[in-house]
């Protein structure tokens, strides 16, 4: 039972909230609504501050379910936004934050582009939806289709140029060729100009992968979480047969650690588990691994998998650390892509902590090297390096040079790391699970949609210890 639910907006280390409500006190809201009169009406404050300058147990954010003065407050973050529910009922927290996701998504298919600005001047048809959703703090419904027939507020259209590419799917904004900007822009119940609506279906494959190297560079741990996303466009609702690797087996069933390394090189997938959409029918799976639905309008997972066997990083991290003198010490660190040359990585960035006693860092980059930044962080003692683009099969180094306050009373491999790594990397995923066709039932022989699939692979804990 939810007693308030908001929105805020951040930008940077701060947040900024917007004038609705509150007007003499509360100048940084942006929306609120569900409002059981159960929780005080400062709650948001509270949690602005909370978030802000949040220091208990030494952590740079805040968790994503805390409690103050009996109010308990759950919050997610997506592209920028903070979507927040507060209660003083001791419910599920992980259904409060799949809620919260799900009305992300809801908001954003109705809007199409999900930014401060849209919801700014959406700000009606957003608590239009928010009502549906959610009555007197009880969720009713989070599907699109199923609100299309009590929403009756038009979106008002943002300009998706303006804004700042956020999130996975932005980065087939950015100049290539075979794919559309318009999946991420384009509202469900929005027309193309002149009344006519594009007929077409767009099929996300991200995967998450979570890697832990040793200090010798073998792996410890690995894992993937993917999931294959649907957005459709299509009218009338038709039939859609997706096709995914003949070879694909689920389960541990279905060979043998020994087996799978065995069958690496020749294209076998094999996942642990996963789980499917309520609308989509597995008569034929089991025969040709052929998925059957007839899709909801707005996004949807189609099928959630994970898989532990081994697989193929991305990235090798090599990291060296040694004392250089009195109160020096060196730091290199090498990474290198294993990924093809015709693939690129985006928003790479390595972090690396620092000994306590760290006053002062140089860097040394490649000579010639462009679109790479370094940094000291002081406040936390910590090395960061930004690569904008990665180029599969290469390596680049970065030597670091440390001055300290005092002389390290441990070995200072102890005081030192674990390196962490994040990165997305379009058009290409390590588990080769793929989608081998698309085929949508015709209303005629001209009837033709256009038909998009994509592939993205993000770090979820990418972790190289020293």
């Not at 929780?39 to 379910?65: H, L, M, N, T």
């Not at 979106?155 to 590419?165: N, S």
């Amino acid at each position: 039972m939810i007693s308030q639910f908001f929105v805020l907006s951040q930008r940077g280390d701060n947040i900024v909230f917007r004038d609705y409500l509150y007007k003499a006190r509360l100048k940084r809201l942006v929306i609120v609504t569900t409002d059981r009169g159960e929780v005080a009406k400062g709650s948001a404050e509270i949690f602005f501050r909370k978030v802000k300058f949040w220091k208990e147990d030494g952590q740079e954010e805040a968790p994503p379910v805390f409690n103050v003065d009996g109010v308990n407050y759950f919050h997610v973050k997506v592209v920028g936004l903070l979507f927040v529910a507060t209660t003083r009922v001791n419910v599920s927290p992980s259904l409060v934050l799949e809620l919260l996701q799900r009305i992300a998504r809801v908001i954003k298919d109705y809007l199409g582009v999900l930014s401060e600005d849209s919801l700014r001047k959406n700000f009606v048809l957003v608590y239009e939806l928010l009502d549906e959703v959610i009555d007197f703090g009880y969720m009713q419904t989070t599907s699109t289709e199923v609100l299309k027939s009590y929403i009756f507020n038009e979106p008002i259209v943002v300009d998706a140029a303006r804004l700042q590419p956020l999130g996975p799917a932005a980065i087939f904004m950015q100049g290539t060729k075979r794919m559309p900007g318009t999946a991420i822009t384009k509202s469900v119940v929005a027309n193309e100009p002149g009344g006519r609506k594009r007929e077409e279906i767009f099929v996300d494959i991200i995967e998450k992968i979570s890697v832990t190297f040793s200090s010798s560079g073998y792996i410890l741990t690995s894992e993937i979480d993917g999931t294959i996303q649907m957005k459709s466009y299509l009218t009338g609702n038709p039939e859609i047969r997706l096709a995914l690797n003949e070879d694909l087996s689920i389960g541990r069933g279905g060979g043998s650690a020994n087996d799978y390394r065995s069958s690496y090189g020749s294209g076998a997938v094999i996942l642990d588990d996963c789980n499917f959409h309520e609308s989509v029918r597995l008569d034929s799976f089991d025969m040709d691994r052929t998925l059957a639905l007839v899709p909801p309008d707005g996004e949807f997972p189609v099928m959630n998998y994970r898989m532990t066997q081994e697989f193929k990083p991305p990235f090798h991290i090599n990291c060296l650390i040694e004392e250089a003198g009195h109160l020096k010490a060196e730091v290199i660190l090498k990474v290198r892509a294993e990924f093809p040359s015709n693939i690129t990585a985006n928003t790479v960035v390595l972090e690396m902590p620092l000994p306590k006693y760290t006053t002062r860092a140089s860097f040394e980059l490649e000579p010639g090297v462009t679109g790479q930044r370094t940094d000291f962080k002081g406040a936390n003692k910590k090395l960061e390096w930004d690569l904008e683009k990665f180029v599969g099969g290469v390596e680049h180094t970065l030597r670091a040079k440390l001055t300290f306050s005092q002389e390290l009373h441990a070995n200072i491999i102890k005081e030192a790391g674990p390196v962490s790594m994040t990165f997305t990397i379009p058009m290409y995923n390590v588990s080769r699970l793929q989608v081998k066709y698309l085929q949508i039932a015709k209303k005629s022989s001209s009837y033709n949609p256009y038909r998009w699939v994509r592939y993205v692979t993000q770090a979820n804990s990418y972790v190289a210890r020293i």
